[in-house]
């Protein structure tokens, strides 16, 4: 059964620093893994999504890389900002058709 | 983008009440939608798989009875909390499944069951 693991669970950074989630996942056959963002008391969006025959995927100030033999994907923020605060969730899709989530990172940017 | 609505966007109803959350796509046609329940402090869990026309599946643990699934369309899902007791208070997000790949989310309902 596939589990997925966050590190670290918060985190709080001053503004302009460039920063490092990493999410790890237990069964490296994954169709593909995303990751999103949650803000407090609204749904998901999703940030990123890397197919399991891609390395990496790129958005902005977002970069996401994926190791699917070392079962491991790290989301890069660069230079964030307050309005990067948030949970960051990872998620590992086995099967095609639905995820299975990790616990998420509580980001905090000051300023 | 595409767009997932889900109404309401948060409810308090009286313990052994029903609840019904509905959930479309606005601008594509989802095959297979998906209700996830999260808890404060804990991940986001799936609770059922919902493919039009037919019964949703359900994840281990997820009451079958007490969370009834309506998936009528292809762009219309509904999720009825029956009899809800203060132990259902929880954010219920669904999510709809685009060409089976990218995953697209409701804005989430917060649920208080009093």
């Known amino acids: 059964k596939q589990e997925v693991t966050q590190i670290p669970a918060a985190l709080s950074v001053p503004e302009g620093e460039n920063l490092v989630l990493n999410c790890s996942f237990t069964d490296s056959a994954i169709y593909n893994l995303q990751w999103f963002r949650q803000d407090p008391g609204k749904g998901l969006t999703s940030l990123l999504l890397i197919q399991s025959s891609q390395r990496e995927q790129t958005s902005g100030r977002l970069n996401a890389s994926l190791d699917k033999s070392s079962g491991r994907s790290t989301l890069y923020i660069a230079a964030s900002q307050p309005g990067d605060s948030a949970t960051y969730l990872c998620?590992?899709?086995?099967?095609?058709?639905?995820?299975?989530f990790g616990p998420g990172t509580r980001l905090s940017v000051l300023p | 983008g595409a767009v997932v609505s889900q109404h309401p966007s948060w409810v308090i109803c009286k313990s052994g009440t029903s609840v019904k959350i509905e959930c479309r796509s606005l601008?594509?046609?989802?095959?297979?939608m998906f209700w996830y329940r999260q808890f404060p402090k804990q991940s986001l869990m799936l609770m059922a798989t919902?493919?039009?026309?037919?019964?949703?599946?359900?994840e281990q643990g997820v009451e079958k009875d007490k969370f009834l699934i309506n998936h009528a369309s292809l762009t219309l899902s509904t999720l009825t909390v029956t009899s809800a007791h203060p132990e259902d208070s929880s954010f219920y997000i669904c999510?709809?499944?685009?060409?089976?790949?990218?995953?697209?989310f409701g804005s989430g309902t917060q649920l208080s069951v009093l």
């Open positions: 998620a590992a899709d086995n099967y095609g058709q639905n995820f299975v």
């Open positions: 919902s493919n039009e026309g037919s019964k949703a599946t359900y």
């Open positions: 601008d594509f046609q989802a095959t297979t």
């Open positions: 999510s709809a499944s685009l060409l089976n790949e990218k995953l697209f």
